[in-house]
């Protein structure tokens, strides 16, 4: 009986140092999960960049091809208006 009553205390100082540990590992895990997320945030931020500056190149281009592709429209809808105003 007593040699149970000194052996309960042990378990529970076992228990206890055991469960600490994996405490420590969780937080350890949750850690480099932590910096692992903010690495790829990093990283997507830089791509982020580098894409912007790609658009931001190309940028002048697009908007000197939306700019022809309405004056030939509006050209179109000219001569579409002075062909029916022809015809009545």
């Given at each position: 009986m007593l040699k149970n009553i000194l052996l309960i205390p042990i378990f529970l100082l076992t228990f206890s140092i055991a469960d600490s540990g994996n405490q420590s590992i969780n937080a350890n895990r949750n850690e480099n999960?932590?910096?692992k997320l903010?690495?790829?945030?990093?990283?997507?931020r830089e791509k982020n960049t580098q894409l912007q500056k790609h658009i931001d190149s190309l940028s002048?281009?697009?908007?000197?091809?939306?700019?022809?592709a309405n004056a030939i429209a509006q050209l179109k809808r000219d001569l579409r208006m002075s062909r029916a105003s022809k015809i009545k």
């Amino acid at each position: 009986m007593l040699k149970n009553i000194l052996l309960i205390p042990i378990f529970l100082l076992t228990f206890s140092i055991a469960d600490s540990g994996n405490q420590s590992i969780n937080a350890n895990r949750n850690e480099n999960v932590i910096l692992k997320l903010k690495l790829e945030i990093y990283k997507l931020r830089e791509k982020n960049t580098q894409l912007q500056k790609h658009i931001d190149s190309l940028s002048p281009n697009l908007k000197e091809e939306q700019r022809r592709a309405n004056a030939i429209a509006q050209l179109k809808r000219d001569l579409r208006m002075s062909r029916a105003s022809k015809i009545k």
